[in-house]
């Protein structure tokens, strides 16, 4: 019997993955003189001689990608039968929650859509929004580095996380949150005699 194996990869949110960074395994049959587990391949992909049987294809690689298994990827192949498998991974788009929180002890009233939030990276949706307490406001964007800003009310000192700048993986999700805290006003008094 013949299985032939093809490893598609799709890269549209930043990933750079490749098929040979994927390890393919058939399960549940005799692989006669060939590797097993072997590197993925793109179309034509790999073709292996097996023993007929019941058998289940799986891989290991990178991670922040889905994976998703043609029909032949599993079941049976008998005597003479070739089947073809596709399996097929797709790099996650990344998500970046953004919270704004505003601390209003000292007398401010300012609000978290008084600010507007920008996102700077590759291809951010949205860009720019007014700015939302938790849960916040998720932005998808492909993997890379980004950096979030803002601008909005002044007498308001801000305290950003350390995951509102850096570099953010395929399928990874991280969370920024823009703390805004009021400023206690100032009377300075001068005594003149």
């Given amino acids: 019997a013949q ?82 498998c596709t399996v097929t991974n797709d790099d996650i788009q990344p998500q970046l929650i953004v919270i704004k929180h505003v601390e209003n002890n000292s007398g401010g009233t300012a609000v978290a859509s008084e600010w507007t939030m920008n996102v700077t990276g590759t291809s951010p949706s949205p860009a720019s929004f007014p700015g939302a307490e938790s849960p916040g406001t998720t932005v998808l964007l492909n993997a890379g580095s980004y950096n979030v800003t803002e601008a909005g009310p002044t007498g308001y000192d801000p305290t950003p996380s350390a995951e509102c700048s850096g570099s953010i993986a395929v399928g990874e999700t991280k969370t920024c949150t823009l703390t805004k805290d009021d400023q206690p006003a100032q009377l300075i008094v001068i005594k003149q005699v």
Avoid: R, W
């Fill in 3 to 84: 299985l032939i194996v093809i490893k598609q990869v799709v890269n549209d949110n930043g990933g750079t993955a490749v098929a040979s960074d994927f390890l393919m395994m058939i399960n549940g049959l005799n692989v006669p003189n060939t590797a097993n587990p072997f590197p993925g391949a793109e179309a034509p992909g790999v073709n292996k001689i097996v023993d007929p049987g019941t058998y289940n294809l799986t891989e290991t690689g990178p991670s922040g990608y889905a994976a998703s298994f043609s029909a032949d990827c599993s079941g049976s192949i008998a005597v003479g039968q070739t089947k073809s």
